[in-house]
């Protein structure tokens, strides 16, 4: 037996031992070559063995195959939202065109927008499973995922097979505006905000519609919600709250517990004061001598002590316009800015217009002469 090498492959062992056995010689050849033995085990072969929980699950990289699964992306074209929540699932055959079972170990989904599963893990030669997905995403708008399926042949060869699905959505309903934002109105006015909605399916809704919202900010503006399905309008009504710098009011229309359409009200509102026109221009003319520019100015609360001036952005500059109060109520001043006839007019050019409350600056509107 000294013929024998020491680096014996399973095969070339087995061979030694059919002959060892027809030449009577057991006993010689127990213990190939000296001390070293060569253990024999099915389990070792690669054709014969059990695939081991730890080896199932593929590595990152793997090849990509197209055994099962069509060489193309899915498309599935515009949806409505209705159709998705009420829809069947979309069945698939998976053909075995291999001579080896395949066996599938995982069904992987790329988002939550889609869930999938086989009828069954392994397939024989010839014959076929089925893969079963449904779109399950209601929110508007285009959408792709990707479906992998994980898969071992029965002679231990791994791969991965992917099939690219895309698919667009149509909301069931619209609401316009989709934001809306009040800014404009002083703590404690009322104020109303309608919204208009259109539904985009066919048929008539099952459940009534309704209107929601967080009543905690409802309640911030002591408001309500009103839903009229003849005019297919929402309305808003409340008071701009008095001690909230602003408050975000999400509105959803719904049939039963589905959302169909989202819209929100930002109310903001404004402390001290406001300007209009939000610039003074003064645009210099020959022909004409006596430059004048009204400016309405709008307190949010009525005050005692209320002072405008004219500050040039330039510390060098003197005072080129002068202001003037022509008419005033308890919170609106319409304001006289008439430019002086010495104002040098070449190196200051900007300026600012500054609402004083009780000696204290509340607000300014910038001054340009051009």
């Known amino acids: 037996m000294e013929a024998c090498s020491k680096q014996l492959t399973n095969r070339q062992v087995r061979l030694h031992l059919i002959v060892c ?3 009577g ?4 050849c127990a213990s190939p070559v000296g001390s070293e033995s060569v253990e024999l085990s099915v389990e070792e072969t690669s054709t014969d063995r059990e695939v081991r929980e730890d080896e199932m699950l593929p590595n990152a990289g793997m090849e990509i195959r197209r055994n099962l699964l069509p060489n193309e992306t899915m498309d599935y074209g515009v949806l409505n939202a209705s159709a998705i929540n009420n829809g069947k699932p979309i069945f698939l055959p998976l053909k075995n ?3 080896d079972v395949i066996r599938i170990l995982e069904v992987e989904r790329s988002c939550g927008c889609l869930q999938a599963d086989v009828s069954t893990s392994e397939i024989p030669p010839q014959q076929s499973a089925t893969l079963r997905f449904h779109l399950s995403t209601l929110t508007p708008g285009d959408h792709k995922g990707t479906i992998t399926l994980h ?4 002679r231990g060869a791994k ?10 959505v149509r909301s069931l309903a619209n609401i316009t505006p989709d934001f809306a934002r009040i800014e404009d109105r002083a703590p404690g006015e009322r104020f109303a905000v309608k919204f208009q909605f259109a539904l985009n399916f066919e048929q008539t809704p099952s459940q009534p519609l309704r209107v929601v919202c967080d009543p905690v900010r409802l309640r911030e503006i002591e408001g309500s919600l009103d839903l009229n399905e003849e005019t297919k309008e929402i309305l808003v009504e409340g008071i701009v709250p008095t001690d909230a710098d602003e408050v975000m009011i999400p509105i959803h229309l719904m049939e039963a517990s589905q959302v169909l359409a989202k819209t929100s009200l930002s109310i903001r ?5 406001q300007f209009s026109p939000r610039e003074v221009i003064f645009r210099r003319d020959p022909e004409i001598a006596d430059l004048r520019r009204l400016c309405i100015v709008t307190l949010a609360q009525p005050a005692s002590e209320v002072a405008f001036r004219y500050l040039p952005d330039a510390p060098t500059c003197s005072a080129m316009v002068d202001v003037a109060i022509l008419r005033q109520t ?5 304001l006289e800015l008439k430019m002086r006839a010495d104002a040098d007019v070449e190196s200051c050019r900007t300026g600012r217009l500054v609402v004083l409350i009780n000696e204290e600056e509340k607000g300014h509107v910038p001054v340009t002469i051009r």
């Open 21 to 23: 056995l027809l030449l």
């Open 25 to 28: 010689l057991l006993e010689g």
């Open 97 to 99: 065109n291999a001579s």
């Open 151 to 154: 898969c071992i042949d029965s």
């Open 159 to 168: 791969w991965i097979e992917q099939l690219h699905v895309v698919w667009s």
């Open 269 to 273: 509102p404004w402390r001290h004061l």
């Open 330 to 334: 308890d919170r609106v001043y319409t």
